[in-house]
């Protein structure tokens, strides 16, 4: 079976971690436990009956306690960049991110934007987001807590990964 | 090896690997079973082969190889991972080491750093989050409600979705008059202060006032100002309620740029407080640069005023950081911070106290101490203006980014001395307060001591910065207008448009003193636009009288940086009927070089429109003389301090001379400005320079007498 790796980035607290146990286990929960450095999940997905197994790296958010190590990116087929509907600064530092990223590798990246079960931010402005999703190959609404498009996401990932 | 000698060692919980190549390798020691959990494939053997277990372990094999054949000493960590094993969670690192001519892989067991760790960030990153969110709020009605009531001529007229989010906001919003009166309170604003606005005998304003004076002394000079400001006060109302609340205040003019209201909102985060309570190191630092807060610096500096002791304050503020947010980002914008923190601390010694006080702002208290010595016969003032001048210099050289683009982060400081400028902690903090915005002001002094002098002049400055307001409401200012001849026909080819202000009767004030700060106070957008309308209008006139001449005005900095200078005067010329042949623009060398984009956008264009650039005070500052080349320019104006001694002072001579020589190169024509006598006139025509202004001719003028003149 084909292996691929992909990457899940982001600032602090946007659901990276919510958004790989919804689509792994089926399970989300409201208690925030912040990553500390890497853990890797494997699941399989199937894109036109080939099967994929996605090695899913979630890394720490990225914010001015941890800073953006390119070393991890290393070898990826794909990644995911997301960001908080309910937290404008999360979109302006998810630009960041995928700029830095963008400065080290060239694969595919799909714009996240989580909790959309929540109210959006209220100046949150469409406008500007759709101008920002033209700079990734794809975006997706999502919510881990009711695991809107959490299937989809991956689904599409596994996709682009297989080029 | 032997396993006992490391335990008797004390080594930590690891797993030492020896690695044979191919993804083979040797236990060289492992004290626990979590290894054989996390690597199946090595139970029973000293030798194994490197399975596809930990898919995060053979990823750092790949690193690891990297490192053994680029380097033969050191050692590369691969950071904290996590891994779930049949048995149970590993938080482990993994270090991969050359040593004595052999390759290592260290496995070491992490649960105890991962735990601490986990712990720390849990609450830093939950407080950040907050904060975020509170942030954010407050920015969107201040922002929503800047625009809104900048343009409303009443609060009344507000539109009912704004009026919806303030009334359900979960932060307190006052909005007040010019005078700070207040005109609406939303309900959290009275909840927050535990207020029922029916029966409180106080209101949220109150309140806040109070607090300012206490807690905030800047405010007055906020005030005069008419500057933003964010930080934290603490309200105290024994012995029920004590609250930490996140507050800003934000001034919102009109179009004219006349202040209309003050808008403050407020956020209870005693919460984030009390979170941040529960680790003290914490509380008294900032997060982003580890140096102390604002907080903690309050504390240092009313402990030394209590202690009698001598001190200094530096109040170190950095020039125009909000561009470096907006241009390349928060992220980076922290970083520069710290990378300028850092930058800063090198340059003190232990006994001086350095903190963050503010988004862009630190301090630095300096006391004599006996563990620095001084220079035979010199003493602390001494030190400290060494120290602020290396602080200034070192900020004179660029930072760099992660993504290695340069940022100029100068600094500007402002310093006052306890007891002499002032004994109480408020004082010492508004002195200080007071150089640095005469630090910011006099761009060529980017280093202020406090001094009553400073103290006069800064109130002297806001009466005329409140006056100048008022003139350019009141359309006080007058348009003159100086003749500019042609030195071989001897005839008027154009005007200068120039600006001047009567206070009174028989006073006046120079464009020299009164166009600097309407720059600094933006005062030069409104104006800017008045001279524009005017300059169409006595064209107009011109046209009326037969007067077929051009008019030139002058352009500052700050217009060429408003994206709608063009269209103003297009819309206006085009409204007026006026041709725009006849208008000339007159920019500063400045300008061009510190604004180049902008600078060339505009000037296509009102080069395509038909308008003439003159480039004003040529021949004083820039060297840099290849923007010529690349923009529409059509004439140099040489300075008056050129052509003042161009009879006695050969460099001068020297300069008009090559100016001339090269303008010809470029076929710019020359205006030379400031003549006042015949025989600068003479040399000027001898050497060929086109066209020539001064008082040898005419002074500037009103409407009246110019229309006379010209007849
Ligand atoms: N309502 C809702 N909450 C979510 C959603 N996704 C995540 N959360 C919550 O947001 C918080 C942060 O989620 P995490 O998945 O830990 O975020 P993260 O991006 O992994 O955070 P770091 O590891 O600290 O960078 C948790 O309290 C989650 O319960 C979502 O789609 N909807
Ligand atoms: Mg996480």
Same mark, same amino acid.
């Given at each position: 079976m084909i292996q691929k790796k992909v990457c899940i980035l982001g600032a602090t607290g946007v659901g990276k971690t919510s958004l790989i146990r919804q689509f792994v286990e089926g399970s989300f929960s409201e208690k925030y436990l912040t990553t500390i450095g890497v853990k890797i999940d494997k699941k399989q997905v199937d894109v036109d009956q080939t099967s994929t197994q996605l090695l899913i790296w979630d890394l720490e958010g990225i914010d001015r306690y941890c800073g953006f190590n390119p070393r991890y990116l290393r070898g990826t087929s794909a990644f995911f960049v997301v960001m908080d509907q309910t937290r404008s600064q999360s979109l302006i530092e998810g630009m960041e991110i995928l700029h830095m990223a963008r400065d080290h590798t060239a694969v595919p990246a799909i714009m996240i934007i989580n909790k959309c079960d929540l109210d959006s931010a209220w100046h949150w402005d469409a406008d500007s987001v759709n101008q920002r999703a033209s700079e990734f190959d794809n975006c997706f609404y999502t919510s881990a807590k009711t695991g809107e498009n959490v299937e989809q996401m991956f689904t599409e990932i596994a996709r682009l990964s297989l080029g | 090896m032997n396993s006992s000698l490391f335990q008797a060692l004390g080594i930590i919980d690891c797993a030492i690997l020896r690695y044979m190549g191919r993804k083979h390798f040797e236990v060289i020691f492992t004290k626990d079973e979590w290894f054989f959990d996390l690597? =199946?494939?090595?139970? %029973?053997?000293?030798k194994f082969e490197l399975a596809e277990n930990s898919a995060f372990l053979n990823d750092f094999l790949l690193d690891a190889e990297d490192f053994w054949q680029k380097h033969n000493t050191g050692q590369i960590h691969s950071g904290i991972w996590t891994e779930n094993t049949a048995n149970r969670q590993l938080h482990l690192e993994a270090i991969a080491a050359y040593a004595g001519g052999e390759r290592f892989i260290v496995i070491n067991n992490m649960q105890h750093e991962y735990k601490e760790q986990q712990k720390t960030l849990q609450v830093a990153r939950e407080l950040l989050i907050s904060n975020d969110k509170i942030q954010a709020q407050h920015q969107y009605l201040n922002d929503r409600l800047s625009k809104v009531l900048s343009q409303n001529a009443s609060l009344l007229e507000l539109n009912l979705p704004i009026q919806q989010a303030i009334e359900h906001a979960s932060i307190g919003v006052i909005i007040t008059d010019?005078? @700070?009166? =207040?005109?609406t309170f939303n309900p959290a604003s009275w909840s927050i202060f535990e207020l029922d606005p029916q029966s409180a005998d106080t209101t949220p304003l109150a309140i806040v006032t109070d607090m300012f004076d206490d807690q905030f002394p800047e405010i007055e000079r906020l005030k005069a100002h008419r500057s933003s400001w964010s930080g934290d006060l603490y309200w105290h109302y024994p012995p029920r309620y004590h609250k930490w609340l996140q507050c800003e205040i934000h001034p919102v003019m009109d179009e004219g740029l006349g202040l209309k209201h003050w808008v403050i909102t407020l956020a209870d985060v005693t919460r984030i407080k009390y979170l941040l309570q529960t680790n003290e190191d914490l509380a008294l630092h900032d997060s982003l640069t580890g140096l102390p807060n604002r907080q903690y610096f309050w504390q240092t500096l009313e402990q030394s005023i209590r202690a009698e002791e001598h001190f200094f304050v530096m109040y170190v503020d950095i020039d125009k950081f909000k561009n470096i947010n907006e241009l390349h980002g928060h992220l980076t914008g922290d970083s520069m911070l710290i990378s300028v923190s850092k930058r800063i601390k090198k340059r003190l010694q232990r006994s001086d106290f350095l903190a963050r006080i503010g988004a862009d702002e630190f301090a630095i208290v300096i006391k004599p101490s006996p563990d620095i010595e001084l220079e035979p016969g010199s003493d602390i003032l001494d030190r400290v203006t060494d120290i602020a001048a290396v602080l200034r210099e070192d900020s004179r050289s660029p930072h760099f980014t992660e993504r290695d683009e340069r940022c100029n982060l100068p600094l500007r400081i402002g310093i006052a001395s306890y007891p002499a400028d002032a004994s109480t902690t408020e004082a010492i903090m508004k002195a200080a307060d007071l150089a640095l915005h005469a630090a910011k002001l006099f761009s060529q002094d980017p280093i202020q001591f406090y001094s009553s002098d400073l103290k006069t002049a800064s109130e002297a400055r806001l009466r005329l910065e409140s006056q100048l307001r008022e003139a350019i409401a009141k359309e006080q200012l007058q348009v003159y207008l100086q003749p500019i001849y042609d030195l071989s026909s001897g005839r008027i080819v154009k005007a200068e448009a120039l600006l001047r202000w009567f206070p009174t009767k028989d006073s006046s004030i120079g464009p020299d003193v009164f166009i600097p700060i309407a720059e600094q106070t933006g005062l030069i957008y409104p104006l800017g636009k008045w001279v524009i309308t005017k300059v169409c209008e006595l064209l107009t006139v011109f046209k009326q009288h037969n007067i077929n001449i051009k008019l030139a005005m002058n352009v500052s900095p700050r217009q060429v940086s408003d994206r709608h200078l063009f269209e103003f005067i297009k819309s206006t010329a085009e409204r007026l009927g006026v041709d725009a042949h006849k208008l000339e623009l007159e920019l500063t060398e400045g300008v061009l070089v510190d604004n180049y984009n902008k600078a060339q956008k505009l000037l296509n264009s009102l080069r395509e429109m038909g308008v003439t650039i003159a480039i004003d /005070? @040529? %021949?004083? %500052?820039? #060297? #840099?003389?290849?923007y010529l080349k690349h923009l529409p320019i059509d004439h140099l104006k040489i300075d008056r301090s050129l052509i003042? /001694?161009?009879?006695?002072?050969e460099d001068d001579r020297a300069i008009v001379l090559a100016i001339l020589a090269m303008a010809t190169q470029l076929r710019l024509k020359v205006i030379a400005e400031g003549v006042e006598t015949m025989e600068q006139q003479e040399f000027l025509k001898q050497h060929r320079c086109a066209s020539a202004q001064g008082f040898y001719y005419a002074k500037p003028m009103p409407l009246e007498s110019f229309i006379a003149f010209m007849k």
């Open positions: - | 690597l =199946p494939e090595a139970t %029973g053997n000293s010019q005078k @700070f009166k =207040p005109i /005070d @040529f %021949g004083t %500052g820039y #060297s #840099s003389l290849s003042s /001694d161009i009879d006695t002072n």
